[in-house]
């Protein structure tokens, strides 16, 4: 990694724990978070002071200065120098980051794997899977004649601190606050300490080497000269009792650890298991094809997927959460089906939970209007709200914490029709890929619910239907809805006539059609069909030849050109339809079509940053990578289109990422490659569809 490239906040998180040890920028906040949209606001002090008492750590503290070397005055009469490591070495692979600096290496583990199904699994499997801990293993290599100390702590103003008991600490040493957060170890020879700081604790000030009122603690052992010490530590985090509202529910790790000190001992027990599935992650993922870029690109997603998910229970059944990044929204269904293709690698019981909440607490039926005669209603049909709460907090059955009335096609406007689709997408793809004949039989009359839904949305009268979104919910009481490209302009934000969301509703009247036709609706399977050949025709006669593609929305007057016009036709070709997604096909004109309309915009003319960079759309400087990572995936894999293979665009869009969210590890919305929104975010895990490739 380049030298510029190796400061930047990174997610360690265990799996559905929604916790994170952020570490990784220079000279900025990290630490130990618990439900949090953003670093927590403390500082990682990691590090050894040498034989001359000069204190050498990593730079991951507020107040670090670039390769500095600083007096300083203690509380007492003691002073101390300290010095940042220079020469700092990281290997960021996929469930490891390794800093490297002389004398010290600190290596933190945040090992992933499946998330068993509860129905099906058995109790140590659920149990080595819910444990809430990352883990840490500082080695120090003394090659001087003097002894040094090394150190790991924390530090932030609202933390305090106390040592692990000896009756209760199963021969552990560490610290903990407030139950919910700790460091341990059982390595021999290391001791527990809190202070003022690590160096008013290095000086030893006084005689109490667990200073309460100090808001630094960690954990110190002592490296003689000429010697190698390892120090492993499991970094737990714990929350007990209900943590979520409106719904009360418990996190799942709570069935199967007592407290935060049994997190930490089986943490410990069980550390080399940890690290063989971590280690083999990194072989993964290094043995894959994928460029050095993309490399990164995948660990940095995962990670940040894993630092938002919440696997809750509600006294009866597990409860499958992933929030929204730095705004906590739960389980947003627009991201659902977006970060559908990770789950389904890694447990699909997930998207079958999600869906089946989705349906039995935040489906609704609405009716419809047309903005060009908003007085009068129709019926309109099955659909499914943007999200289910915000920080904790369900919402009321039937309703969001996005969605407001009364707005027309801006940020917070209604989202009915695309989550129609999104949910018949997910249902679709997790049906294709598990066959999951019960749960495709139970979801019978909602496709076909689903089904008329979309149909309605395109047109109450069957025979003016042209294939795509014409009217509007009537929850926008005479607004307009929007798409999950919520902040960006017309070209992508609006949902009425958008080619975008067109691909995905031929894609939902595919999915419905397979599965109907399965279960032997063929007459259901057949109108979805003709619905998907009118939705191909009108987006195929779209095509305007004078611009070179399909304008982004069809209402005449648009000339926006957007990536995203192809995006839909991963879902099919995910399910197994690959008639569907040849020029060859039933749609083979509309596949042409997309080709043509790629092949022309892919450029810096409408398209391309001049790095290489992708912008999803020519007219708005805003882009979302989760959706160019799917969309370079589809134009790659599925379309075979040859301009969709840049190592430049790879780099690029990793320098978003290390150089332009470095501070708030990883991002989906950039602006000329500045996050402007959806920091700390989980979405961007799209990019696990490039080990397919």
Request: aromatic fraction near 12%; proline fraction near 3%; glycine fraction near 8%.
């Amino acid at each position: 990694m380049e030298q510029n490239q190796q400061f930047f906040h990174a997610h360690h998180s265990p799996m559905g724990a929604l916790a994170s040890f952020t570490v990784g920028e220079f000279g900025e906040h990290g630490g130990m978070g618990l439900e949090l949209g953003a670093p927590f606001a403390g500082n990682v002090f990691v590090g050894y002071q040498d034989g001359e008492g000069v204190v050498n750590a990593f730079p991951f503290y507020k107040g670090a200065n670039d390769q500095s070397e600083r007096y300083v005055q203690k509380d007492d009469t003691s002073s101390l120098t300290e010095r940042l490591f220079d020469d700092i070495q990281r290997d960021y692979a996929w469930a490891s980051d390794t800093f490297a600096a002389p004398g010290i290496s600190f290596k933190v583990l945040s090992p992933f794997f499946e998330v068993p199904d509860p129905s099906l699994a058995e109790h140590k499997k659920l149990k080595q899977a819910s444990c809430p801990a990352v883990y840490v293993e500082l080695s120090f290599n003394n090659a001087s004649d003097k002894d040094w100390t090394g150190f790991f702590a924390l530090q932030g103003d609202e933390l305090r601190w106390n040592k692990l008991l000896d009756g209760d600490a199963n021969g552990m040493v560490g610290v903990t606050c407030r139950d919910s957060i700790g460091i341990a170890t059982q390595t021999p020879g290391a001791r527990a300490f809190s202070h003022f700081s690590v160096q008013s604790a290095l000086s030893k000030m006084g005689n109490n080497d667990c200073f309460m009122l100090g808001p630094t603690a960690g954990v110190m052992i002592d490296v003689k000269a000429g010697e190698t010490v390892t120090l492993r530590l499991a970094l737990g985090f714990y929350l007990g009792g209900n943590v979520t509202f409106n719904r009360a529910m418990q996190y799942y790790y709570t069935q199967h650890f007592t407290g935060l000190t049994d997190v930490l001992a089986y943490g410990l027990e069980h550390f080399d298991s940890y690290a063989a599935i971590a280690e083999a992650s990194d072989k993964q993922l290094r043995a894959s094809k994928l460029n050095s870029h993309q490399q990164f690109l995948l660990a940095h997603a995962t990670r940040s997927y894993y630092g938002s998910t919440q696997w809750l229970f509600d006294g009866t059944e597990p409860v499958w959460v992933v929030n929204e990044g730095e705004y906590l929204m739960m389980n947003t269904l627009d991201l659902t089906v977006d970060m559908l293709f990770f789950e389904m690698q890694q447990n699909p019981w997930t998207v079958k939970n999600t869906l089946e909440q989705f349906l039995k607490q935040y489906s609704f039926y609405d009716e419809i209007f047309d903005p060009a005669k908003p007085e009068q209603n129709y019926k309109g049909g099955i659909s499914f709200t943007h999200d289910m709460g915000v920080s904790n907090n369900w919402s009321p059955k039937g309703h969001s914490s996005y969605e407001v009335a009364g707005l027309d096609r801006v940020c917070f406007s209604h989202m009915t029709y695309e989550q129609l689709t999104n949910w018949v997408l997910c249902c679709g793809v997790y049906i294709s890929k598990t066959n999951d004949q019960d749960f495709a039989i139970e979801q019978r009359g909602t496709l076909i619910d689903c089904l008329q839904s979309l149909l309605n949305r395109d047109h109450p009268d069957a025979e003016l239907r042209d294939g795509i979104m014409s009217f509007e919910s009537a929850r926008t009481e005479q607004g307009g809805e929007i798409t999950t490209y919520d902040s960006l302009d017309h070209s992508l934000g609006q949902a009425r006539g958008n080619i975008y969301l067109a691909g995905k509703s031929w894609a939902a009247y595919l999915a419905i059609a397979k599965v109907l036709q399965d279960l032997g609706e063929s007459e259901q399977a057949e109108i979805a069909l003709a619905a998907a050949k009118r939705c191909a025709d009108k987006l195929s006669n779209s095509f305007d030849t004078q611009l070179g593609y399909i304008p982004a929305v069809l209402d005449g007057h648009s000339t926006s050109a957007i990536i995203p016009a192809i995006e839909a036709i991963v879902y099919p070709y995910e399910m197994g339809l690959l008639e569907a997604v040849s020029e060859q096909g039933p749609y083979g004109e509309y596949i042409k079509v997309l080709k043509t309309h790629l092949k022309y915009i892919l450029n810096d003319e409408h398209c391309l940053y001049p790095d290489g960079a992708w912008k999803l759309s020519s007219t708005a400087d805003n882009s979302w990578v989760s959706k160019i990572y799917l969309n370079q995936y589809v134009a790659r894999k599925v379309l075979n289109i040859d301009l969709a293979n840049s190592v430049e665009a790879d780099a690029a869009h990793q320098r978003w990422q290390t150089l332009g969210a470095s501070k708030h590890a990883c991002c989906d919305q950039f602006s000329s490659g500045k996050p402007i929104g959806s920091l700390y975010y989980p979405r961007c895990v799209t990019n696990i569809l490039w080990l397919n490739e």
